[in-house]
């Protein structure tokens, strides 16, 4: 085929991928969107079949059968669980503007400048080989297509003169530039792009199903007598995944494509950040693997049909998706399918550099500007044409890197093989995302070590023996080790062998990752803004968390060089826009010079991350308003603090309740203390009184007997009587204030035995008998005489007997007074009761009647006010017998006074 | 779901259909592989159409200015 027709026609696919992608943006404009639907999403995401699976997937199929499809099937898997992964990473992204999974690994881990730089590095690196293999297939399919001239024996042209991968990648970094680095968007979305790539996924698909049909239906009459004409050439090892019973490939390569399915830099930035509707994926979720599942069907026919062709021929297999048509005759076919190939591989090539050239602006350059203070934000100027630039340096650099891996490993592998070095690298970020996604404990640096000693591995274990075997690292690294030590050898590291390659590394790789990021993450304490991102990642569907962290964000910026500083980088009208548009949304007006609160500087900071990453907003949106900011360490100091007041003020409350409880228990006692206290004036009145009546008599009668000259002996012998009298009174007081005393102070010499009551009761009525019958009162007694011996002291019983009936004497009526005392046994032993018939006990003396130097003021009037110690010592006695004293009144409305004393055991 | 899936198409299971024999004019292996991944696909396709999906987020003081006209 003439090659200028060939150029001819690449360009012009170029040239209307280029007018989609310009008609896509310019509905955009108007409002029209041409990607805001589910199956423009589900084509665009069917970016992941590249030419690996367009050229690649029939060379594996050609030489070891059905072992191609876990690459397609692991994808569908992981599509049986898109409501819990994917769509929780699509929420995520809408939520903090993410742009690419290096900006969505370091925001999860508190926006982390390292850890996105890492990612940035990891996935450059790693997609290198895979860049390679695009550039490698257009290659070989343009070389190929013009220079089939014998179908037995293909040979490659050269119509430039120079290598022709080298001129593709060249057209692509270009073809690239033009394509997305046109100009900053300060939204993630960039319609023309998706547009544009959902027409190639388009192109690819029928371009191979055309020589699918062709192969299946053309050459052969339909599958069955395809299958059967290759069974007849011994082609059946084709027919099974593998032919001995090995699928350790078969299991890594499932797990490998479910990894690369999420995290694939270009399959991250297509399905989750140019998602334009959550409710797209439901449709993609079904959509998408069908898609691979038709792509799929003819992969084997054609295979087959290459191998038939083309048997006993060195021909590549990777080729046969071309080689087959021309065989056959069908140049337009082979044209097509060539057309097929471009796109399946520039589809791959333009998100790839887009999404990397992103990273590497947004992740790598400008946090280093930034940090070395390359970037004055200080001063005036468009940014923007900065950060265009960057772009525009880093997709030549990227495109020439896959060339370098070309030139150096990829003219000896397969495509296949090629491509799975990049799956493993991808796989590297998921313990990082599905980690950071479920577990609020991982930290930044438990994800750093775990992405560093995985992609080091992988370094070992796939990248350097690929370089080792195309001659430019000795190739006695992989027979004999690094430096000859045997357990380095890195397709058996420490000494494990038995697996293929691809699962080796995954296992070791994996193995340091996953245990890396777990441990490290375990034994780390978390910052507070991992804290924070943790939870804003992991419960991201919790509605009641801010969708922002940076509320903690106060400064004193105007709002004018606060959109100034926006526009330097997103453009002075778009940040014209976005502010009106959100001031129309909070309803207020902008004005330049007044201060910007919370919520604008994280609507700003919102509007940078779309364009440069949220940790490089951050950082730009954190020097602007530097030194006024609130950290967040502050806020948390802040929080600790105000948890301390708060602390603290409850411990107030607890002591304020306790004063109040002391200060209720002092009232109490201060009420208590100024009742003794008058009880005390009352005593020392009543006992003055006491003894100055006594003592007035006796010294009356004592001058009256010195002076007496006059008294009759009969006088004398009287007023002697009197004088004794009056002195045993005042003796009897003074005993008892002394045995008050004494039984309070706890020095009274008790002599307690077991004590008989009636003896006891009928002992002390007589001792009181004189003074009973001397006031002619009637005594009634009712005794019980059966009752057991009480534990008590007998004289100290006597005592409390005789005080009750003395005070009874006193209070019962004169004349005609009647006391009765009677004994039985109570509730807590021997209950004795001694009544009287006088005026009874006011309700409120009860208390008091007990208490020392209380004196009832309702004492008959012809008797003796008694000394108010008598109560009070029985209720000290008593006491001590653990028994009982109380006043009462009787029905007759005299006074009761009972008493119990427990039985003796 | 997930599972039964996984189940199936990794070994030991798939040592059971994994034979070069035919079935319909069809290797076995292949028609089985690919029945399998379209009832998967058939059966998310159901799960999709039933599920209900979890509210958007709404639209709230710090979403991100409009899309429209920026790109």
Redesign the interface.
Known sequence: MQGGVVVGVSFAYLGILFAIAYYG?KR??Q?RSLTNNPYIYTLSIAVYCTSWTFYGSVGRAAKTG?DF?PIY?GP??V?????MVL?KII?IC??H?ITSIADFISSRYGKNFALGSLVTIIAVIGTTPYISLQLKSIATSFNLLIGFQNPELPIYGNPFGIDTTLVVAIALALFAILFGTRHI???E????LVAAIAFESLVKLFAFLAVGFFVTFGVFSG??DL??QA?AHGL??L????AD?D?GQ??TM?LLSMAAILFLPRQFYMSAVENR???HL??A??LF??YL?VIN?FV?PIAISGKLAFAGTANDADMFVLTVPIHYGQSELALFAYIGGLSAATSMVIVASIALSTMVCNNLVMPLLLRWKLVNLSESGDLSSLLLTIRRVSIPIILLLGYGYFRIASESYSLVTIGLVSFTAAAQFAPAIIGGLFWRGGSSTGALTGLSLGFLVWLYTLLLPSFAQSGWLPLNFISDGLFGIAWLKPYALFGLEGFDNLSHALFWSMFANIGGYVVVSLRGELSPIERIQGRHFVDV?D?TL???D?RSWQGSVTIASLQELVGRFVGPE?AQ??FL??AA??NFTLKGDEIADS?LL??AE??LS?AIGSATARVIIGSMIKGENVSMNEVYQLLDETTQVIEYSRMLEVKSAELEETSLKLQQANKRLKEFDSLKDDFLSTISRELRTPLTSIRAFGEILLEGQNTSDKERQQFLGIITKESERLTRLIDQILDLAKMEAGRMDWSMSNVDPTSTIEEALAAVDGLIKEHNIKLILDLDKSLPAVRADHDQLVQVVINVVSNAIKFCNHPGGIIRVSSRPGDNGLLVEISDNGSGILPEHRDFIFEKFHQSRRGSNQMPIGTGLGLAICRQIISFFEGNIWADNGEDGGAVISFEVPFAR | ??CG??LV???PF??IY???D?I???????IV??GI??F??????LG??R?S???????????????????
């Open positions: 943006e955009a404009e409002g059905l499809l099937l569908t898997l599509f049986v669980v898109w409501s769509i929420r809408k939520v503007r968007e300060s939204s979305h960039h319609e023309g599958f069955g299958f059967y069974q059946t090892q027919y099974v995944v593998s019973n699928y078969w299991i499932t509707d959550e409710t439901r449709t979720a079904w693997p069908l599942l069907v084997l569907y509605d801010g969708q922002n940076s778009r826009n976005g548009a959100y949304r909070q919520n994280a609507n919102s509007m779309g | 779901m997930f899936a996984i198409l990794l070994p798939i040592s994994d034979k070069a035919f319909f004019g069809v290797p076995q292996a292949f592989i690919y991944w379209a998967i696909i058939l059966a998310i396709a999709a159409r599920r999906m979890r509210k958007t987020p709404a639209e709230t003081a710090l979403s991100p200015i409009s899309d429209k006209g920026d790109s």
